[in-house]
């Protein structure tokens, strides 16, 4: 306090008083500050993707008589594997003597893929058949044609090519059905679509 009031009376103001004071007891007071500098920008490092594994696909479920029958199809099982669908030429599925089919051939054909597309089966094969009616050559040729005329369509459709693993026509060899007639010619004239649904 003395020494306050002794620079006071050698005309120095209070506050320039206090200073010296301050600077009498801390000599660092009047030291230059050090110039505040920037916090250097830390760079985080993104977190890690997590892959999230995707679900499995879930396996189409296997070809069955009841797929093809709910969509209007003869089917039935021939064997414990292998699902017989008749492709009857009752219904005018062909074009008379020809290998063209019908609209509603092609249309049966277009459901008949679409169950395949959906179904899981190992192989295919379409076997053409004839009535008696013709020569046997003409009706072997025919047969022919009409089952290579039922893998076009299914292929145009969807099915995958490499399935069918025989495609063949038998003439009349094999009637589904004895007599004469339009009916039963129209039974025996038929295509056979069989689905090997395991090995």
């Known amino acids: 306090m003395f020494v306050a009031v002794g620079l006071a009376a050698q005309g120095l103001h209070a506050r320039t008083a206090s200073s010296v004071l301050m600077k009498a007891a801390y000599p660092s007071w009047d030291a230059p500050k050090p110039t505040p500098t ?8 993104p977190a890690p993707t997590v ?15 009841a797929a093809f029958s709910n969509i209007g199809l003869e089917a039935s099982w021939e064997k414990p594997n292998v699902i017989l669908i008749m492709l009857s030429d009752r219904n005018a599925r062909f074009k008379t003597g020809q290998a063209i089919l019908t609209e509603v051939g092609t249309n049966e054909i277009k459901a008949l893929a679409a169950v395949l597309n959906s179904r899981t089966y190992e192989s295919l094969a379409v076997d053409g058949h004839a009535d008696r009616r013709g020569g046997y050559q003409r009706n072997l040729e025919l047969s022919r044609q009409r089952a290579r005329a039922v893998l076009t369509s299914a292929v145009d459709f969807g099915v995958p090519v490499e399935k069918f693993k025989s495609v063949k026509g038998w ?13 039963v010619w129209g039974r025996n004239r038929r295509v056979e679509f069989r689905v090997i649904t395991e090995p």
């Open 171 to 183: 003439s009349y060899d094999h009637p589904l059905v004895q007599g004469t007639g339009p009916e």
């Open 38 to 45: 920037e916090e250097p920008v830390v760079q985080v490092a």
């Open 51 to 65: 892959a999230v594994p995707s679900m499995p696909t879930m396996a189409h479920p296997l070809a069955d008589v």
